[in-house]
């Protein structure tokens, strides 16, 4: 008697059965699912092992069932529109910051005029890379400045961004199910940088000849980013109320009710040596409230904000907005209020970053240091001294304020368990800054110079 077969249990030999509402059958050496998602047949070869024919026709059959989007399912996009979309998950989403948020649109820009309109899934990356070593660009972005070849970097940063939409595509089912991130197959990490352009790192001579170089007014504004590290912008949206004079110390702080944050969100302390101290109570004079650092032409002037704390600056920016609105008639958005922001610093006498990039460059062609062409060398210069003296790993990273890797930092655990005291990080940071002393001469000169001519005035 011939044994009865079981049903709903597949004959292990048969090339065609089903598995609910999907069917699996054999065709030109591998095994292909069918099914309708909605009204639309799909039909995808799958695997070339039954099992795994028959593992994925279950998982589809429950998400057609359900009516959930099935495994196959994708909702091709242009890069146009993925553009958009990976800018909005920044800005509701993560809520990068807005200048985040245009980099991405700049490095994703180049992408949409190789081919916008075309589907984000049909990209040929090797034709885009192409593209990008043929493309030439404006250095500073202005249409009127001499246009070159993007750099390695240029396009290692436009691939990363890329490569990171991609991965967003990926996640929200933009691209072809089981198909892998395009640029991600580009081996990034293997390019090759060779037109890097060279930083330069001052040496103690080099130092005091651009500091000797320096007028009254720059003086003080190089002598602080050369002996704290300070990025420029961190510089330009220092408040006095953020200098401990009497302690030693210098703290900088996120202020998002002003429209500025630290570049890595990362709020520090930073020690200051006895010239630096004397230097900047030269710059501050009389005045307890406002901007460290006025323009050349601000100072001496009696406008209020000039003058203003953080409260009252962050009332102001909230009263500018208000009045902006009711103006306009619609929200303002993050863009629209950090425009606002901008033009408080600015009336509150702040400095431009750009004014400090100029400055920095008539200074070096002064002294005739033509290899010194952006005010990030005196950060550079900072962190390298600070090696050069020893100073430990965990103080160079608070002290410069860098973004740890990882959730322990790059000294892992220890990183987490260590706890750094004021005392040892001013030491440690005062014993680095005078192994130069020779600057810190000058400095100590120049605040004598500048007290001697406030007194005789």
């Keep these: 008697m011939a044994q009865r077969k079981r049903r709903g249990a597949p004959n ?42 028959e593992r994925l026709a279950a998982e589809i059959n429950a998400e057609v069932t359900t009516r959930a989007p099935t495994t196959f399912a994708f909702l091709p ?13 920044h800005e509701e989403v993560l809520r990068s910051s807005v200048a985040t948020i245009q980099r991405y649109r700049t490095a994703t820009q180049h992408l949409l005029d190789f081919g916008g309109s075309a589907p984000a899934h049909e990209v040929s990356t090797t034709e885009f890379v192409t ?3 043929s493309r030439k660009v404006s250095p500073n972005g202005h249409v009127n400045s001499v246009k070159r070849h993007l750099r390695d970097k240029g396009v290692q940063f436009v691939l990363e961004t890329c490569r990171a939409m991609f991965a967003f595509a990926q996640r929200q089912r933009h691209l072809p199910p089981y198909a892998s991130n395009p640029f991600a197959d580009l081996r990034l990490d293997r390019m090759r940088i060779e037109d890097a352009k060279s930083v ?36 330009c949206h220092l408040l006095i109320e953020e200098l401990d004079l009497e302690g030693g110390w210098l703290h900088v702080r996120n202020k998002p009710e002003l429209g500025w944050s630290i570049k890595t969100r990362n709020e520090r302390s930073v020690p200051l040596v006895e010239e630096l101290q004397l230097t900047l109570r030269s710059v501050v004079g009389s005045r307890t409230a406002g901007v460290v650092f006025q323009r050349p032409k601000f100072q001496g002037k009696p406008e209020a904000l000039g003058h203003a704390d953080r409260k009252t600056l962050a009332q102001e920016l909230i009263r500018r907005c208000q009045h902006a609105v009711e103006t306009g008639g619609v929200e303002l958005s993050r863009e629209g209020r950090l425009r606002l922001a901008r033009q408080l610093w600015r009336d509150a006498g702040a400095l431009d970053p750009d004014l400090i990039r100029r400055s920095f460059l008539r200074i070096a062609h002064r002294c005739g240091l033509i290899s010194a062409t952006c005010p990030k060398s005196w950060r550079h210069t900072f962190a390298t001294l600070l090696q050069d003296a020893n100073v430990d790993p965990l103080l160079r990273q608070i002290t410069l304020g860098h ?25 440690e940071i005062r014993r680095a800054l005078a192994l130069w002393p020779a600057a810190l001469a000058l400095a100590r000169q120049r605040s004598s110079s500048d007290a001697l001519t406030c007194c005789s005035r």
């Design 77 to 89: 996009v242009s890069v146009t529109e993925l553009q958009a979309k990976f800018l909005t998950h």
């Design 12 to 53: 292990r030999r048969c090339t065609r059965f089903r598995v609910g509402r999907v069917s699996v059958y054999f065709h030109h050496a591998a095994w292909w699912l069918y099914y309708r998602e909605g009204s639309r047949p799909v039909r995808r070869r799958v695997s070339l092992f039954r099992e795994e024919a």
């Design 403 to 427: 973004q740890p890797a990882g959730a322990g930092g790059a000294l892992g655990m220890t990183g987490v368990y260590t706890h750094s005291r004021p005392e040892t990080h001013a030491r």
């Design 200 to 235: 330069f790192v001052f040496d103690a001579t080099s130092e005091l000849q651009f500091l000797k170089a320096a007028y009254e007014w720059e003086f003080p504004i190089q002598f602080t980013l050369a002996k704290t590290g300070l990025r420029p912008g961190e510089l």
């Design 131 to 133: 593209f990008l070593r």
